[in-house]
């Protein structure tokens, strides 16, 4: 587990440098197969370098806010600068992977038509579709037979603790229950056998 520190102390830390991604999300009433209620969008990203990882991006908060920034990072990555507020944060933790590198982490709910806008933009006008970002994907939050939906999910390579950022913003959002994480995370286990 990645060591958790404030907002406030992140921002006097001298030496390190920030980056900020969220987690968009909301409601949705649309079926798979006409049956299977996906019940809500949760949106991630392929990453230039092959892994899954949240939009957003690094932050000099000598130059902006880290919310600004965020909303900055969403405009080139998902082409809609989505407004981000102190209200949205949720945690920052040192990163487990880089060094001297503070991650920030906040989560927005939106509606489902606005994330639908925004899956549009972000192939039509986003400046880093086919670069930095090779395309949103959405998480699915079911389980089919055999793994199918969130256990094969879980079981592709992340970048750094976006894995466990997901999973902690789902129990927070309460869109999946501790029980169906639990699952969740035991089948994916046993497919990287
Ligand atoms: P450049 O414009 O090339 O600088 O990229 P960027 O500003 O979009 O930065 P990026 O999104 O790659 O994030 C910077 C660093 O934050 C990465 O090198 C990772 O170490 C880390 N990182 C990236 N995505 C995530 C994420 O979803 N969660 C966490 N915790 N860290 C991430
Ligand atoms: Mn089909
Ligand atoms: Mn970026
Ligand atoms: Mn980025
Ligand atoms: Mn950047
Ligand atoms: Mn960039």
């Known amino acids: 587990m990645a060591e958790?520190?404030?907002?406030?102390?992140?921002?006097?830390?001298?030496?390190?440098?920030h980056a900020c991604h969220i987690m968009l999300y909301g409601d949705s009433s649309a079926k798979l197969f006409g049956k299977i209620p996906i019940k809500h969008i949760v949106l991630m990203q392929m990453r230039f370098d092959g892994l899954l990882g949240f939009p957003g991006g690094l932050v000099n908060p000598s130059e902006e806010t880290l919310e600004a920034g965020l909303s900055r990072e969403l405009h080139e990555e998902v082409g809609v600068a989505v407004p981000v507020g102190v209200d949205n944060h949720v945690s920052s933790c040192l990163?487990?992977?880089?060094?001297?590198?503070?991650?920030?982490?906040?989560?927005?709910?939106?509606?489902?038509?606005?994330?639908?806008?925004?899956?549009?933009?972000?192939?039509?006008?986003?400046?880093?579709?086919?670069?930095?970002?090779?395309?949103?994907?959405?998480?699915?939050?079911?389980?089919l037979k055999n793994g199918g939906?969130?256990?094969?999910?879980?079981?592709?390579?992340?970048?750094?603790?976006s894995r466990a950022q997901l999973l902690s913003a789902l129990q927070r959002c309460?869109?999946?229950?501790?029980?169906?994480?639990?699952?969740?995370v035991r089948q994916a286990e046993q497919m990287r056998r």
Do not use: W
């Open 4 to 17: 958790q520190i404030t907002r406030e102390d992140a921002l006097t830390r001298e030496g390190y440098r």
């Open 149 to 161: 939906g969130l256990p094969y999910f879980l079981s592709h390579s992340f970048i750094s603790n």
């Open 95 to 143: 990163s487990p992977s880089c060094p001297r590198l503070i991650t920030h982490f906040y989560i927005k709910k939106m509606t489902e038509s606005e994330l639908k806008e925004m899956e549009k933009a972000a192939v039509a006008t986003a400046t880093d579709h086919g670069l930095e970002v090779l395309g949103m994907v959405r998480v699915p939050l079911y389980f």
């Open 174 to 184: 309460g869109l999946l229950s501790q029980g169906e994480l639990e699952k969740a």
